[in-house]
């Protein structure tokens, strides 16, 4: 069975910045993609940035130059840093990862960690 874990949420002043973490926990064989979404009240879910297992990342044009997507060498954790978070950011932030077990397939979510961005 696998767990995506994510950590790193909070309150923060417009112009701060916070640093989340997603990882994967169990028997992994490879990772195909882990990427981070995010849901606004009222909103729909939308796609923040993706890193491929080969390195290659995707942001949506509202986060660029601002948020930075990364794992570690096990290609089993992924971060996303935030920076100059503006009050546009508040939502929650979910991790999602598709993953190949030694049994299959796998993609799933994350519970989502709340990042509020306010004054």
């Known amino acids: 069975q696998v767990q995506l874990v994510e950590s790193g949420g909070g309150l923060v002043q417009p112009g701060g910045s916070l640093r989340l973490s997603c990882t994967a926990s169990?028997?992994?064989?490879?990772?195909?993609?882990m990427g981070w979404y995010r849901q606004a009240p009222g909103k729909q879910r939308e796609s923040v940035a993706t890193i491929t297992s080969e390195g290659t990342t995707n942001y949506t044009d509202s986060v660029k130059s601002r948020f930075t997507i990364s794992g570690d060498n096990a290609k089993n954790r992924v971060y996303l840093q935030m920076n100059s978070l503006k009050p546009e950011d508040t939502a929650v932030y979910y991790c999602?990862?598709?993953?190949?077990?030694?049994?299959?397939?796998?993609?799933?979510w994350g519970q989502g960690t709340q990042v509020t961005v306010s004054s």
């Open positions: 169990g028997s992994i064989f490879s990772i195909n993609v």
């Open positions: 999602n990862a598709v993953l190949e077990l030694s049994t299959g397939w796998y993609e799933g």
